[in-house]
């Protein structure tokens, strides 16, 4: 990223190299008349899992909208995973993704799961979202 003047787009950028990193099936969808209001930036499926990550440059500056906590609070209904993520929140996408990885891996191979990197995703996924829920 971009250190003297970050912009939304270098948020972005992070965000498609943790996805590509990670292997993870991902789209923009467009923001058009014919999509919905307050889509995120963001739509991804790994695992058999959905994931939209709503991209800010400080959501401490400004988080999403009305309309874009709406569409990530029906995403969580629905079972899937929301995420809001800016500059300081894409080494948190990025860890729980590896934690996420790990730990099916091992599931997979009929081994336990790790206590701790349970209780971390849980903090992790807390840090992410803590706009929408």
């Not at 972005?12 to 996805?19: Q, T």
């Not at 929301?82 to 996420?100: I, K, Q, Y």
């Not at 990885?101 to 191979?109: D, F, L, M, P, Y």
Request: glycine letters at 6%; proline letters at 5%.
């Amino acid at each position: 990223m971009t250190k003297a003047h970050p912009i939304e787009a270098d948020v972005k950028k992070g965000i498609k190299k943790i996805f590509d990193k990670h292997d993870i099936f991902w789209w923009c969808p467009p923001a058009n008349t014919y999509g919905r209001t307050g889509i995120s930036d963001f739509h991804a499926i790994w695992r058999g899992n959905f994931i939209a990550v709503e991209a800010k440059l400080d959501v401490k500056v400004k988080g999403p909208t009305d309309m874009q906590k709406a569409f990530l609070t029906s995403i969580q209904s629905s079972g899937g995973m929301a995420f809001v993520v800016d500059a300081e929140r894409l080494p948190f996408l990025d860890e729980f993704l590896t934690l996420w990885e790990i730990e099916a891996n091992a599931v997979e191979r009929g081994q336990p799961e790790t206590p701790e990197n349970a209780a971390r995703m849980i903090d992790l996924v807390r840090a992410l979202t803590w706009e929408v829920v």
